[in-house]
């Protein structure tokens, strides 16, 4: 058993290296095999060599399964020993690998743990009756029972050698465990080695992620200030990547003391030393990719930056000239009310008729409007370059538009009431005709609201048969519309409508005289002739008169002339 046990410790190595020759369990082996003169069932296949310890093992099992020796009909190795034959077969399978099998921590604490059972077992045999000193006390019973002189010896040396193999197994097991204990250090600290390698590289492959997808995200920079920020982020995220460039070349260096140590695979790890620096050459480019965006970025929000500056500029400069015309303007309709039917009175009004007339002119609303281009395409500009908002300005090129919409609306709506108080001013209306006026206004009020949408003026202007075209109407009905009260359209109230009456009345005197004067130079007739006209006027006016009318069978048209020249729409 002592033989057998001893193969245990020939894990890597037998256990008479390093005593200078075959001795302690081997040389007894060769000795008991010399002895005894058999050789194991269990021969080992052609080609593979076993250590000396574990051919002896395998021989004395053999044997012992098929011997009773010492022990009265029961196996030396004790019938039943499964924890023994455990250890027998661990040390068979140690020996044969080719570096002991003790690769890892857990192999080697097993092999500590089953030395532990073999030392429960070893010392719980030593104890029992068949150890030494029973088997000593054996040898002497048989020596006084009358054994044979040959036999005492043979027996005495067998007792003799088998305490020295107690003594040579207690020696090895104590200098294996030693072996194994410094083993188990070491593979607990290459243990250590791994999953410190495993931990670095996670971190550094989840700080790769996420700066990976921090460097690709989209751009939203849409001012300067943003896109500086966004760069001063990049610069110090550039430190961080120095930072870790220099952890990666750190977790290089522990890699190659790794497999200085031997260690070829880590089963704690995702991320070998190749996948993260093929990522942190790619974060790398991702940095420099996206500091070229951001110049870009930062050039063209400058760019911008700069136009509207510029549009503010120009909206500001045209709402101050704007302002100024309103400013006129309101001057000027401070005297509006002050009309009175004295003769200078009305000239003094119709000056300042002439002068707000003079602003509404085709020239100065083309003025206003060259006032707003250079705005409006600057503000195209930052249209189509997709930039709405200008954080240096409030105003934009439809308030500009507004605010001049507003002046021409002002100026209209006072020369409107300038020409009202002028015309009544000139007028001569008797009581009966106001009354007439205003019965005609509430007749055609069908709403009753006191004053008139635009369909009902259009019936207005339908009933005094006035021929005009739809634009003319338009214009008709904005020249004395406004909004009244709380009303969201524009409609006609009585002293509009009834500037518009007196207007019309005026016209109609005038087309009147006219007509007579015409009739009495002809003669009374319905047509006149060129010598009528040559008789009572001037070369140059006859001559302008006659390029004007129109031809009869006997002379000239001078009713249609007339209304023409003083229709009803002179005024308008």
């Known amino acids: 058993m002592l033989d057998r046990v001893g193969s245990f410790f020939g894990s890597r190595k037998s256990l008479d290296a390093g005593k200078g020759g075959k001795g302690g369990v081997v040389a007894a082996a060769e000795d008991h095999a010399k002895d005894h003169s058999f050789r194991s069932a269990s021969t080992p296949p052609r080609g593979m060599t076993m250590t000396p310890a574990v051919a002896f093992v395998s021989e004395e099992v053999s044997e012992l399964r098929n011997s009773k020796a010492f022990t009265r009909g029961k196996s030396f190795t004790g019938k039943g020993s499964i924890k023994m034959e455990a250890l027998i077969s661990e040390a068979e399978k140690t020996a044969e690998a080719p570096d002991g099998g003790l690769d890892s921590a857990a192999k080697v604490q097993a092999k500590l743990n089953m030395f532990a059972a073999y030392e429960d077992e070893l010392q719980g045999r030593a104890a029992s009756s068949l150890g030494v000193s029973k088997l000593t006390e054996l040898v002497g019973q048989a020596v006084e029972a009358g054994c044979p002189p040959f036999r005492q010896f043979s027996l005495q040396s067998r007792v003799a050698n088998i305490d020295e193999t107690m003594v040579e197994l207690q020696e ?95 089963p704690y790890c995702r991320f070998p030393l190749s996948t993260l620096q093929a990522a942190m050459v790619a974060v790398t480019e991702a940095v420099a990719a996206r500091g070229e965006r951001l110049q870009t970025v930062l050039s063209s929000q400058k760019e911008f930056d700069a136009k509207k500056k510029v549009f503010a500029e120009e909206v500001a400069a045209v709402a101050a000239k704007v302002a100024a015309e309103k400013e006129e303007v309101d001057t000027l309709g401070k ?16 000056e300042l008729l002439a002068a707000m007339e003079a602003l509404t002119s085709i020239s100065h609303r083309e003025r206003r409007q060259g006032l707003i281009a250079p705005a409006q395409e ?100 904005g020249k004395f519309g406004a909004k009244h009260g709380d009303n969201d359209f524009v409609s006609v ?79 308008s």
């Open 172 to 266: 090895a097991g104590a200098e294996y465990k030693e072996g194994l204990e410094v083993e188990l250090q070491r593979q607990l600290r290459l243990e250590e080695m791994r999953v410190s390698y495993a931990k670095q590289s996670e971190a550094l492959n989840r700080w790769v992620e996420e700066s990976v997808d921090m460097l690709t995200e989209v751009l939203q920079a849409s001012s300067v200030c943003e896109a500086e920020t966004e760069i001063t982020s990049l610069t110090s995220f550039g430190a961080d990547l120095g930072t870790q460039q220099t952890a990666l070349s750190s977790l290089a260096e522990f890699a190659q003391s790794m497999r200085d140590e031997g260690i070829v695979t880590n």
């Open 378 to 477: 600057l503000n195209d500009w930052l249209v189509d370059a997709g930039e709405l908002d200008n954080p240096y300005t409030r105003e934009g090129v439809a308030s500009l538009k507004s605010q001049v919409e507003v002046l021409e609306k002002e100026l209209r709506d006072k020369i409107t009431q300038l020409e009202s108080q002028i015309t009544r001013a000139q007028a001569d209306i008797a009581p009966e005709q106001y009354v007439e006026i205003k019965s005609n206004f509430s007749h055609f009020d069908k709403s009753g609201d006191g004053t008139l949408t635009k369909e009902e003026f259009g019936a207005v202007l339908k009933s005094l048969d006035l021929e005009l075209s739809p634009e003319e109407e338009e214009r008709m009905f």
């Open 335 to 350: 005297g509006v009310a002050d009309v009175t039917d004295a003769p200078d009175s009305i000239a003094k009004g119709k």
């Open 493 to 571: 109230d009585l002293p509009s409508f009834t500037t518009f009456m007196l207007q019309q009345l005026k016209a109609k005197d005038t087309v009147e005289a006219l007509l007579e004067a015409f009739s009495c130079v002809a003669g009374g007739r319905d047509y006149i002739t060129a010598e009528d006209l040559r008789s009572c006027l001037d070369n140059d006016t006859a001559t302008f008169l006659l390029s004007r009318m129109d031809g009869l069978d006997l002379g000239l048209d001078y009713k249609s002339f007339a209304n023409k020249v003083f229709g009803v729409m002179r005024n």
